[in-house]
């Protein structure tokens, strides 16, 4: 029956589509385009990740008053397999909601069904990510805050890893140096020593990777607020709104669950960011239990093992004395934040620093070319706070471009004196139109809000390469420059890529800008209904972002 309700209700909500801006607000599964809402005010919904085994089951999307029990939902609709986009009206009364994600529509409605949740409001005036009065103001020239999306994975207890033994805090679980795969380097034998032989190196390796059966991921997002001091804090004793909470839980109720107790207990916190050194830099922790911190790959805190709240500060200029960081200010440096909550009854995080971290929302194949796109200035403001995995825009791409052109050439673009389209005015889209390097889709018509796909973004950004490095080059004599390269192999989907697109793609490769997906395929285009509704060619902000920044330290 709910089925068919959500189906009559999806129909009428098609008749009164509003524009549809981007989603900025959620984690990997749900994003919204904001946090507090009026009442009665359309809400739309991004929904990504959802299987075919998801979609069979009708998981389905629904609000929810904060807090409320798994069977008394409100309105509700089912996303399709892949990414697709949902429309809510908010609820007429005022307060604090949740959209909650649920993998299957049949009873029992649990913890085991649910998946995730996001917070919003309706009809409150100051969001709940405003900062918490206690904390002042930020110093002239400071951010009111610094938001870090990190990823946490839910465990069960065992009795062994997780409500285990309590040691109290042991430092060296840790190899020094952080390992290839951006992980801690576990010394097994130590863990053993703790715990006892039957602790695997596959077992301490699930902490910080995906392991079916073992742990379950989410994506977060934590809030450093700033302080009259110049410092940005987090403190788990105080919540958003300034008002005494009782510790550090992201995921109650949610992944495994609470598994009975109050909290859920059991889970790890992974944080990648990088920042550009500046003398005085500072670092301070305080929580429980395992805490590793690494500064460009350097263990530089090691809180090991289960115990009470402990803490330890540095000093980055000191790190660079004693010889441990080889850095100078200006450099950009790795941060590397590896965090357990193992045991109850406590969790604890309080962080402080004047370090302005910056990372990203994006898929974690991306996260460490998108910090090298962040250092080289690659990255269009419009992006900076977007999630990254969802489909690039053309307009968006058009900014790549010209980040690009402008980081290759050392020159800053400029727009068309005359604008050619009717449906934009973006200035990135008219430099980008006067470079040659996008054209419209009709002479009066950009579509800036079409969809990529993947040899178009090829396309574009070889074109950023001809109109940098090619004298004399325009898109209108573009057919009179042969590219210089070594043909690679083919993809095994080449009879797909456009004749138009076939040269820049394979230069692409040859350069080693753009890959293969599984089974040597390109993926040029969606060619089937079926590709078009998964979005299965459709390039992503973070690849369009990643092979940008290729394409700068491969092409210069």
Not at 362 to 386: G, Q, R
Not at 438 to 457: D, H, W, Y
Not at 476 to 489: G, H, Q, R
Request: proline share 4%; with cysteine; glycine share 8%.
């Amino acid at each position: 029956m709910k089925k068919y309700l959500a189906l009559f209700l999806a129909l009428a909500m098609c008749l009164s589509l509003l524009p549809l801006t981007a989603a900025a607000y959620g984690n990997q599964w749900i994003q919204m385009e904001k946090e507090n809402f009026a009442p009665e005010e359309q809400i739309a919904v991004t929904v990504s990740g959802i299987t075919e085994q998801m979609e069979e089951d009708s998981a389905f999307v629904s609000i929810y008053k904060k807090g409320a029990a798994h069977d008394n939902w409100g309105e509700y609709h089912y996303p399709e397999q892949g990414t697709s986009k949902l429309w809510f009206t908010a609820p007429g009364e005022s307060g604090d909601y949740e959209m909650r994600l649920y993998r299957r529509d049949s009873s029992p409605y649990d913890a085991e069904n649910f998946v995730t949740s996001v917070s919003f409001t309706v009809g409150k005036t100051q969001p709940k990510d405003s900062p918490a009065p206690a904390a002042g103001t930020a110093a002239p020239g400071k951010k009111d805050k610094v938001v870090l999306n990190v990823t946490i994975r839910d465990f069960k207890a065992d009795n062994l890893l997780f409500e285990g033994h309590i040691d109290g805090g042991t430092k060296g679980l840790v190899n020094a140096t952080l390992g290839a795969d951006h992980k801690p380097s576990f010394i097994l034998s130590k863990w053993q020593e703790l715990y006892g032989a039957n602790v695997t190196q596959n077992m301490v390796n699930s902490f910080y990777n995906d392991v079916n059966g073992t742990n379950m991921r989410t994506k977060k997002t934590i809030t450093l607020h700033a302080d009259d001091e110049g410092y940005y804090v987090i403190d788990s004793a105080v919540d958003e709104m300034g008002k005494s909470s009782d510790g550090y839980f992201p995921i109650d109720n949610e992944l495994f669950g609470n598994e009975g107790n109050k909290h859920n207990y059991h889970f790890s916190t992974e944080i990648h960011a990088t920042f550009q050194y500046k003398k005085g830099d500072e670092f301070e922790f305080v929580g429980d239990d395992d805490l590793w911190v690494f500064f460009n790959g350097k263990l530089c805190i090691d809180l090991g093992g289960v115990h009470g709240a402990q803490g330890d500060e540095i000093s980055i200029d000191q790190l660079v004395a004693e010889g441990k960081l080889n850095i100078k200010p200006g450099d950009y440096v790795s941060f590397d934040m590896f965090h357990m909550e193992r045991h109850l009854t406590e969790s604890n995080m309080y962080m402080r620093t004047n370090i302005n971290f910056i990372n990203f929302n994006n898929s974690d194949w991306a996260t460490f070319e998108l910090f090298d796109a962040y250092k080289y200035d690659l990255i269009p403001a419009k992006l900076i706070d977007e999630d990254l995995a969802l489909p690039v825009y053309r307009d968006e791409f058009a900014a790549v471009a010209v980040k690009l052109y402008e980081a290759m050439s050392g020159k800053k673009a400029e727009p068309v004196k005359v604008n050619p389209f009717t449906d934009t005015n973006d200035p990135e889209v008219l430099k980008a139109y006067n470079l040659g390097i996008v054209n419209g889709i009709s002479e009066t018509q950009f579509a800036p809000r079409n969809k990529l796909n993947r040899q178009e973004a090829a396309t574009m950004l070889t074109r950023v390469y001809k109109a940098v490095k090619v004298p004399g080059w325009t898109l209108a004599s573009d057919s009179n420059f042969k590219l210089d390269y070594k043909m690679p192999d083919k993809f095994s989907d080449d009879a797909n890529i456009d004749a138009w697109a076939r040269d820049s793609v394979y230069f692409m490769a040859a350069n080693g800008i753009i890959r293969g997906l599984s089974e040597n395929k390109f993926g040029p285009k969606n060619t089937t209904s079926a590709e078009e509704a998964s979005g299965y060619a459709n390039a992503s902000r973070e690849q369009a972002l990643v092979i940008s920044v290729r394409s700068f330290l491969n092409l210069k």
